[in-house]
């Protein structure tokens, strides 16, 4: 049997419709021939949707019969729902895994071999870097989700504004290494009362809050992964005050 799609969806000079390309994309994908019909306006858009009662674009009919809009497409495909939203650590494993690349490519054409002690501090620096850099692209956002939790920014409240320089700027320091005797000691501070702030919050409250890790606004639950950051933090600080005794 021949797998035939028609989709109608939004496409105009100054607007295409995400979810109508990936519509198309996946017909596409799963074999189907597609005939790809364009509402070439916000008014052609309004009076397609108005005059067969829709609520949205894109609409799909496979093999002649109506099925919906891009999630009807996505179960019928059996993939379920677009993940638009909810909790996911997925920012964060992204940020590990290119700074442990990260790392990894500086050893070895930098220092010509894997030592395991020195991907450790490169992995650790880079992450706090990586982090810091994240939480400075929206520091206002970052502040508001880092004062519901952290219990400094919520006596002191420019210490939110603070952190991110903080961090970022110890892990230049940390991957130099360079201050070690002034950044060592600011950063297990500000990670401590991090950890400590993370446990209370989280495994002493309960509370349910997103971490702004990785910047204001982010779906990343504060748990495990938060508490982490901050530990990662005190274990490179106390390395660092050894390393250099």
Known sequence: MD???????????DHLCPWGIKGLDLLKR???EVEDHHLSSEAENEA????????????VFVNGEHLGGY???RNHLGLGPDPKEGETYQPVMAVFAVTSLM???????????????RFVELFI???????????LQDLLSFATGFVQYDLFAQRYVPYSYVYPFVEAGAGVCMIMGIAVWVVAPITLLVSTIGAISVFKAVYVEKRSLSCA???????VPLGFIS???????????IWMVIKHL
């Not at 035939?4 to 000079?13: D, S």
């Not at 397609?48 to 609409?59: L, N, R, S, V, W």
């Not at 890790?213 to 779906?219: A, D, F, L």
């Open 3 to 13: 797998k035939k799609a028609t989709i109608y969806r939004m496409v105009t000079p």
């Open 30 to 32: 799963h074999g189907f």
């Open 48 to 59: 397609y949707k108005k005059e067969h009662e829709y609520d949205e674009t894109p609409q």
């Open 71 to 73: 999630d009807d497409l």
């Open 103 to 117: 790392a990894i490519a500086t050893l070895l054409s930098v220092e010509n071999g894997f030592f395991v002690v």
């Open 125 to 135: 620096a880079f992450s706090m870097c990586v982090l810091g850099m994240l939480k």
């Open 213 to 219: 890790c990785v910047g204001g606004g982010s779906s």
């Open 227 to 237: 508490l982490t950051e901050n530990l990662m933090m005190m274990a490179m600080a």
